[in-house]
């Protein structure tokens, strides 16, 4: 498991109704770990309902090791995390964090760029427009939001990009992107990468794919983890921890072990990435992962927390 590291909020600022940006710098004083654009990290929090740890991508300077800043959005249907960090956290508060990880980099192999943000999900493309400045790439921005009040970065975005960098599709005013008006102006070897709510994210999806563009150029990440958490209640042994958990009907295996303490390396908490496999000592998973191929779950060797449960009553897990 990767260490974790500690910091502090050193400021908290209102960037539109519902979105809050945290600056967080480290507790030691020395330089956090440097990162690439499209990075995220997790963010560990202590509830009262127990260890919460929410992934956000990471939004400042580059070049700035003094410090992380991440953007969050108060979801209406808040698992824990958002909330507690609109209502709970103030400045001079300490977090843990976990190192930096990237699940959205950059395609190198890129002719031009297209980049599409749904809402909150503009976060990753606030340092990937960094790295794309520096490189003097083709790349286009397409910023889909509901209106201004709701809607990060409408001050600084237009100071960073010029007006054929970037375009704003404001929803409530009848500015709805044309999705296949737009791929159908992409020159050849462009690659799309969109972040938002999953509802644009299988539209640019389906579109791309239906204007013939392989899944090689087609970059995804969904800023809002949904996942099937249907099922019924079952039994979980931690053999190295010695604990024995109840996973309730409803709620994640990756949940339960963390309101039980246990600290777990998860990047995506969506069954893409991963991080979270674990050995399955006993018991079978009901896998749901989109990680695993056939044979490793038909094998049942090893699962994803963050997304899969027990097929029975009860697990047995290397952890």
């Known amino acids: 498991m990767s260490q974790t590291i500690k910091v502090r909020v050193a400021s908290i600022e209102q960037l539109a109704i519902g979105i809050k940006r945290f600056t967080l710098q480290p507790a030691s004083g020395a330089a956090l770990p440097a990162f690439e654009s499209g990075s995220h990290i997790s963010v560990h929090m202590d509830s009262p309902d127990g260890r919460i740890s929410n992934a956000y991508s990471l939004t400042g300077n580059l070049d700035d090791t003094s410090r992380y800043q991440i953007s969050v959005r108060l979801e209406e249907a808040s698992r824990g995390g958002s909330r507690f960090l609109h209502e709970r956290v103030e400045a001079g508060d300490e977090l843990e964090i976990s190192p930096p990880g990237n699940l959205f980099g950059l395609a190198s192999a890129a002719g031009k760029h297209l980049l599409i943000a749904g809402g909150i999900g503009i976060t990753p493309f606030m340092t990937h427009i960094q790295t794309l400045a520096t490189q003097a790439a083709g790349f286009e921005l397409h910023y889909c939001?509901?209106?201004?009040?709701?809607?990060?970065?409408?001050?600084?975005?237009?100071?960073?990009?010029?007006?054929?960098?970037?375009?704003?599709?404001?929803?409530?005013?009848?500015?709805?992107?044309?999705?296949?008006?737009?791929?159908?102006?992409?020159?050849?070897?462009?690659?799309?990468?969109?972040?938002?709510?999953?509802?644009?994210?299988?539209?640019?999806?389906?579109?791309?794919?239906?204007?013939?563009?392989?899944?090689?150029?087609?970059?995804?990440?969904?800023?809002?983890?949904?996942?099937?958490?249907?099922?019924?209640?079952?039994?979980?042994?931690?053999?190295?921890?010695?604990?024995?958990?109840?996973?309730?009907?409803?709620?994640?295996?990756?949940?339960?072990?963390?309101?039980?303490?246990?600290?777990?390396?998860?990047?995506?908490?969506?069954?893409?990435?991963?991080?979270?496999?674990?050995?399955?000592?006993?018991?079978?998973?009901?896998?749901?992962?989109?990680?695993?191929?056939?044979?490793?779950?038909?094998?049942?060797?090893?699962?994803?927390?963050?997304?899969?449960?027990?097929?029975?009553?009860?697990?047995?897990?290397?952890?």
């Open 145 to 319: 939001f509901r209106n201004r009040q709701s809607a990060a970065y409408l001050d600084s975005l237009p100071l960073l990009l010029s007006d054929s960098q970037l375009t704003l599709h404001e929803s409530d005013y009848g500015g709805r992107l044309d999705l296949a008006a737009l791929f159908k102006e992409q020159p050849e070897q462009t690659h799309v990468y969109v972040c938002g709510p999953a509802s644009l994210n299988e539209a640019v999806i389906a579109t791309a794919r239906a204007a013939g563009w392989s899944d090689e150029r087609i970059h995804y990440e969904q800023f809002r983890n949904e996942v099937d958490t249907a099922g019924g209640a079952f039994e979980v042994m931690l053999a190295k921890s010695k604990l024995t958990l109840q996973v309730a009907a409803g709620e994640t295996l990756l949940r339960a072990i963390e309101k039980a303490g246990v600290k777990v390396d998860c990047m995506c908490r969506e069954g893409i990435c991963g991080s979270c496999e674990t050995a399955i000592v006993e018991g079978q998973a009901d896998h749901r992962d989109s990680y695993l191929s056939d044979s490793e779950k038909a094998a049942q060797k090893t699962m994803l927390l963050c997304v899969s449960r027990a097929q029975g009553n009860k697990l047995v897990l290397d952890l």
